[in-house]
């Protein structure tokens, strides 16, 4: 293979998971709007390579999409994460760390980001160690544009005038390693195994599988 077609192979990869890390950021922080639902409904389920580890639990994300309606998937979100007070599943980083919200996880996350020249958007319901404001800011690490271009936005943006350039492998696993890694896993179980869970049980398999991926990637680089 050419050095030219190997950056290629690279920035493909690179791209590709900077829109899951997208993906997953908008599924989870608030009910799929119809147009994402619907464009997931048509998404190709045949992976470049077959045989691939996120093949199939891509392949039953998709096809749970196409089996229930935006309505029942959007109820499914707010039996789940919505409601008043105390949420059937939490999604945040500090309740499976600690035990408590907005407790020392939280502190040493925001440090993290401040680092990073990040901060919370003034449109941002939900505290910074929220699953989907992670994803977004490891999008970002990745990609390199601000959080705050898109229609996914969940709220974290740069501080630091146009952003920092695209971040290096070993910054994306430190933040990994101290943010998402440790705890995301065991929310994936608590939606999969939650009984009113159906879409978005499959999205937490999907979810699982893309972090393990994830995980031992950048094991590899040790």
């Excluded at 925001?110 to 699953?131: N, V, W």
């Excluded at 910054?171 to 869970?197: E, G």
Aim: glycine share 8%.
């Amino acid at each position: 293979m050419s050095q030219t077609l190997a950056a290629s192979s690279a920035l493909d990869e690179e791209t590709a998971r900077a829109e899951l890390y997208g993906l997953l950021a908008a599924l989870y922080y608030a009910p799929a709007p119809p147009e994402l639902l619907a464009q997931l409904r048509v998404a190709a389920t045949e992976a470049p390579t077959a045989g691939g580890f996120l093949e199939e639990p891509w392949r039953a994300l998709v096809g749970a999409g196409r089996e229930l309606s935006d309505a029942a998937i959007h109820a499914e979100y707010d039996d789940l994460f919505g409601g008043v007070g105390k949420p059937e599943v939490y999604l945040f980083g500090s309740h499976y760390l600690s035990g408590f919200l907005n407790e020392k996880p939280l502190v040493r996350l925001r440090a993290d980001l401040a680092a990073l020249g990040l901060e919370r958007g003034e449109a941002m319901s939900e505290t910074e160690d929220h699953f989907a404001c992670l994803c977004e800011v490891m999008r970002y690490l990745i990609a390199g544009d601000s959080p705050l271009g898109g229609p996914r936005s969940v709220g974290a943006h740069s501080s630091a005038g146009d952003g920092p350039p695209l971040a290096n492998l070993a910054r994306q696993r430190t933040f990994f390693a101290a943010h998402l890694q440790p705890w995301a896993p065991r929310m994936c179980d608590a939606i999969a195994a939650h009984p009113k869970a159906r879409y978005y049980a499959v999205l937490a398999e999907f979810t699982r599988a893309f972090l393990s991926v994830e995980s031992q990637g950048f094991d590899m680089l040790v």
